[in-house]
T-cell receptor, first 113, second 112 residues
Framework: QKEVEQNSGPLSVPEGAIASLNCTYS??????FFWYRQYSGKSPELIMS????GDKEDGRFTAQLNKASQYVSLLIRDSQPSDSATYLC?????????????FGTGTQLKVEL | IAGITQAPTSQILAAGRRMTLRCTQD?????MYWYRQDLGLGLRLIHY???????GKGEVPDGYSVSRANTDDFPLTLASAVPSQTSVYFC???????????FGSGTRLTVV
């Protein structure tokens, strides 16, 4: 089992719709969770962080965390073509060298006109 | 502007040659990381440094070495490049587990 799993997509949504991106993780003791956005040919950019169960909202983005189910999601409301990118879920996991941020392989989102 | 600078932006390298990818940050972050990103495989950790003077091996360290002489610089060296090292390389830094990582703009390396 991969430590952080995401559906690779592509996930296609119409402009103005809600995009829902999902991620599961294997380490029950993980405490910090992040979502990154990566445009084609660019570096990952941090867009959301979440540490407690429940929802965290920032503009059109909402991160949701359920530690009991080991599940974290990202909702994008009123999706725009500029939201088309790959979204990476990242989870801090304790390794032999200390805490390391482990990334999923990403979900490609396409927002269609 | 505070951040991470990587150089070069891209490079075509002959197999067997030695190459150092440079990474410099001005945020005074203790931890720094090198990742490679390949299609379908995502970001894979090559080496890391939790603080100046220390380094550790990540998921795919073979063929790569790093040093951390000071807080700001974390170069990655390929001693003898092979075509399987063709990839996009990202340097990142962190101020601790609650802050995520900040990434540099990447180096696209092609080994022929």
């Amino acid at each position: 089992q991969k430590e952080v799993e995401q559906n690779s997509g592509p996930l296609s949504v119409p402009e103005g719709a809600i995009a829902s991106l999902n991620c599961t993780y294997s380490d029950r003791v993980s405490q910090s969770f992040f979502w990154y956005r990566q445009y084609s040919g660019k570096s990952p950019e941090l867009i959301m962080s979440i540490y407690s169960n429940g929802d965290k909202e920032d503009g059109r983005f909402t991160a949701q965390l359920n530690k009991a189910s080991q599940y974290v999601s990202l909702l994008i409301r009123d999706s725009q073509p500029s939201d088309s990118a790959t979204y990476l879920c990242a989870v801090y996991i304790l390794t032999g060298g200390g805490n390391k941020l482990t990334f999923g392989t990403g979900t490609q989102l396409k927002v269609e006109l | 502007i505070a951040g991470i600078t990587q150089a070069p932006t891209s490079q075509i390298l002959a197999a067997g040659r030695r190459m150092t990818l440079r990474c410099t940050q001005d945020m005074r972050h203790n931890a720094m990381y090198w990742y490679r990103q390949d299609l379908g495989l995502g970001l894979r950790l090559i080496h890391y440094s939790n603080t100046a003077g220390t380094t550790g091996k990540g998921e795919v360290p073979d063929g790569y070495s790093v040093s951390r002489a000071n807080t700001d610089d974390f170069p990655l060296t390929l001693a003898s490049a092979v075509p399987s090292q063709t990839s996009v390389y990202f340097c990142a830094s962190s101020d601790g587990p609650n802050y995520g990582y900040t990434f540099g703009s990447g180096t696209r390396l092609t080994v022929v």
